[in-house]
């Protein structure tokens, strides 16, 4: 079993930077992926980006490429978000999400298992 824990929310102003982390107690399979979803106020929970443990592989919504990186510390069984060019409609609880998930289905949030308690980021002058 795999237990997600997120850290490094908090209130930035708009185009300032935050970085996320997951720490991954338990056993994390080669075959997981590790996910970032978010949920705004009033909104559905929606996929921000992912990961594959085994061979690094990403995918990421349109509405923060080139904007938001997904990274990985084997060593600590980690992973993060780093967010760059933050804009007010990034305001949301940010969780990390943990499963093991068919290539190309790493958006649907139904194929995870294990989700942290999620962690707020505002963006806001």
């Known amino acids: 079993q795999v237990q997600p824990v997120e850290s490094g929310g908090g209130l930035v102003q708009p185009g300032g930077s935050l970085r996320l982390s997951c720490a991954a107690s338990?056993?994390?399979?080669?075959?997981?992926?590790m996910g970032w979803f978010r949920q705004a106020p009033g909104k559905e929970r929606e996929f921000v980006a992912a990961?594959?443990?085994?061979?690094?592989?990403?995918v990421y919504a349109d509405s923060v490429k080139g904007r938001f990186a997904i990274s990985r510390d084997n060593a600590r069984n980690a992973v993060y978000l780093q967010m760059n060019s933050l804009k007010p409609e990034d305001t949301a609880v940010y969780y990390c999400?943990?499963?093991?998930?068919?290539?190309?289905?790493?958006?649907?949030?139904?194929?995870?298992?294990?989700w942290g308690q999620g962690t707020q980021v505002t963006v806001s002058s």
């Open positions: 999400a943990a499963g093991r998930v068919v290539p190309g289905w790493e958006a649907r949030q139904n194929t995870y298992d294990y």
């Open positions: 338990g056993r994390t399979a080669t075959s997981y992926v």
């Open positions: 990961m594959r443990w085994s061979g690094g592989s990403t």
